[in-house]
């Protein structure tokens, strides 16, 4: 058995490496389909945030003992200016003898601005996502359509800004979208979020984010100007 010791923990060892060199070629990968990405649309494209996209204040952004931002794609799409990117955050949890491991959260998400001073809202499906407008404390937010109440749940700190922000028009385009998605709305951003999406689907994150903000009523823009 004693024997058996050197080997075990070898093979263990040469495990972890491959698992980092596995990890470290698909980061490679699709760094590269990025920059493909970005040069067949006339984007910009970093390895690494410039902007400081984690510090807005977004709940998703407040999740997790640790986040990141990677993969950053910035310019216009279309005609609206929007950054696509990878966004990351972990869990760190104890084993209770000293020993610690984090488990990883990944997604891939867009934002746009928009010309208006936005209340903080979240909308996001039921069970998806661990519940990102957890992170706000009001209660749900209920709206005439039935169904859109059964399919999603709606967090803000000014319930009658959400009622202006999700009218008739904006319920049917979110129904509409399907799902697996999450919608956060804070100051003049609109933020578009999905599960890792791969490079080529880019353009259809895009285009979702795009036709977001094409769908805010109009009458948020005169209730809620943005100074300045």
């Not at 986040?67 to 609206?80: A, D, K, Q, S, Y």
Request: net charge negative; glycine share 10%.
């Amino acid at each position: 058995m004693e024997q058996l010791i050197p080997i075990l923990l070898g093979l263990g060892v040469f495990a972890v490496l491959a698992i980092a060199y596995a990890s470290f070629r698909s980061g490679q990968r699709r760094q590269t389909a990025f920059t493909a990405f970005a040069a067949a649309h006339g984007l910009d494209y970093h390895v690494d945030d410039p902007f400081g996209i984690d510090g807005w204040g977004f709940a998703l952004f407040q999740r997790g003992d640790g986040r990141g931002v990677e993969n950053v794609l910035h310019g216009e799409w279309e005609g609206t200016p929007a950054r696509a990117f990878d966004y990351w955050y972990y869990e760190r949890t104890s084993d209770g003898d000293g020993g610690s491991s984090k488990t990883y959260h990944r997604f891939t998400c867009a934002v746009t601005p928009i010309e208006a001073a936005c209340a903080h809202l979240v909308v996001e499906e039921e069970h998806v996502f661990s519940r990102l407008a957890d992170l706000i404390a009001f209660q749900d937010i209920r709206f005439e359509s039935e169904a859109f109440n059964r399919t999603f749940q709606v967090r803000c700190d000014d319930p009658p800004f959400a009622h202006a922000f999700i009218d008739a028009r904006m319920i049917a385009w979110m129904l509409a979208q399907g799902e697996g998605q999450v919608y956060e709305i804070l100051g003049d951003k609109l933020l578009l979020v999905r599960r890792t999406i791969e490079p080529e689907a880019l353009g259809d994150l895009l285009g979702s984010v795009r036709s977001f903000a094409a769908t805010v009523p109009r009458v948020v823009f005169s209730l809620y100007p943005r100074s300045g």
